[in-house]
């Protein structure tokens, strides 16, 4: 009876998504799996029975990686279900940044009980005046599933859009509008009257909005950060926004440090924050721990890599392995030389990781697997028959 551990809150709709027989509580001290959305893992005990961690959302950086890794637990999350909350989010903070509303607004509120308000508010909207999107220019660095619906939205609403990612996916790539253009970086922040960023925070991308990409950019852009505060050096964009150099800087990661800056909005977080993004999340985190735990499929993983097939064979041997040569050869001949046939074999490597299912025309004995796991680059081993 497989349990579930919650670290959060889940949306309910998640609980259909369980098979009969599957606990799905908020106390479990041996969890074969874990879902969570904020919930600080880095100081949490991982359990020897745990074999997945799924993240209703796309970030991880709660998550101890390294360690989920090295134990052989696999770690999801949920690429593309909260997309169109985002990308919704974007579209209005484009208008935010073009326009001066919130200053304006907070203004309006200071006028509460002046006499004649119509009056006041003519004479004083003139320092409120701001620009149209329409006919600008819109940067969008990650061409992932929100980068691709921002694209394509700016560009419906009649906006010049110029794309940049390096590893754009043929997917990513079919569902980009033609009107879309790709460029390098450095033509993009050269280029770009918006700029928007989604992207993941990597060592690569940590700070990448320093003081010389600022240096790079139009005089009067305006940023949008909805990914990861620590991609934009606070120091920086701060200097950068006093200069004039951006004329916005729109942030969904609030600090202390940029809170009541001038021409600095904070939003706390609501990228995802709508009941159809938090739906999405859980059906799709819950689907991708049910199938890992049923069957060994592996599908949007951050620390191994994606691996799915049907099951359509007797029985089933799922291997995680160091990615070196020669396991591939040795967990073969250990099934060939028992006497069973193989009927199917996939073996896919991230990094220096890799994952193998090998579907069998009979049931694996025990010392066969034992064998298998034997084996000084072998993780860990599970068997579906």
């Known amino acids: 009876m497989p349990e579930i551990l919650k670290l959060n809150e889940i949306s309910p709709v998640a609980d259909a998504e369980f098979p009969a027989g599957y606990v799905f509580t908020k106390d479990s001290k041996k969890p074969d799996g874990i879902m969570l959305r904020s919930f600080n893992m880095h100081e949490y005990p991982l359990n020897d029975e745990l074999l997945a961690v799924a993240r209703a959302g796309a970030g991880t950086n709660n998550i101890p990686i390294p360690a989920c890794t ?7 999350n949920t690429p593309g279900a909260n997309a169109n909350a985002v990308k919704e989010l974007v579209l209005c903070e484009l208008f935010l940044g073009g326009r001066k509303i919130t200053d304006a607004i907070d203004w309006v509120k200071t006028l509460k009980g002046t006499e004649g308000i ?7 909207k003139s320092k409120f005046v701001g620009h149209e999107i329409s006919g600008k220019t819109l940067g969008v660095i990650g061409l992932g599933a929100i980068g691709v619906m921002v694209a394509n939205a700016a560009s419906d609403l009649g906006m010049e859009v110029v794309g940049y990612d390096p590893y754009l996916s043929v997917a990513g790539a079919l569902h980009l509008d033609n009107r879309v253009k790709v460029a390098d970086l450095d033509t993009l922040l050269k280029n770009a009257d918006f700029i928007t960023v989604h992207v993941p925070l990597t060592p690569d991308t940590d700070k990448m909005f320093n003081a010389d990409a600022f240096a790079k950019m139009k005089d009067g852009a305006v940023l949008i950060n909805n990914s990861r505060g620590e991609l934009v050096d606070a120091d920086a964009v701060i200097a950068a926004v006093e200069s004039g150099k951006l004329e916005r800087y729109i942030t969904d990661f609030p600090s202390d440090q940029l809170i009541g800056v001038p021409n600095v909005i904070c939003v706390p977080h609501l990228g995802a924050s709508t009941p ?3 739906d999405n999340c859980a059906k799709m985190a819950a689907k991708e721990l049910v199938d890992y735990i ?4 592996i599908t949007h993983s951050v620390n191994f890599p994606d691996v799915c097939a049907p099951r359509t064979s007797v029985a089933r041997i799922a291997v995680m392995h160091n990615n070196v040569e020669g396991v591939i050869s040795k967990v073969t001949s250990v099934i060939s030389g028992s006497g069973i046939n193989i009927a199917n074999i996939i073996d896919k490597s991230k990094k220096d990781k890799a994952y193998m299912l090998v579907d069998l025309d009979a049931k694996i004995s025990d010392e066969v697997v034992r064998t298998i796991e034997s ?3 072998v993780i860990r081993v599970r068997v579906f028959q």
């Open 118 to 124: 119509s009056k006041a508010v003519e004479k004083g």
């Open 70 to 76: 090295d134990k052989g637990i696999v770690v999801f």
């Open 276 to 278: 159809e993004a938090e």
């Open 294 to 297: 049923e069957n060994g499929n």
């Open 375 to 377: 084996f000084d680059s």
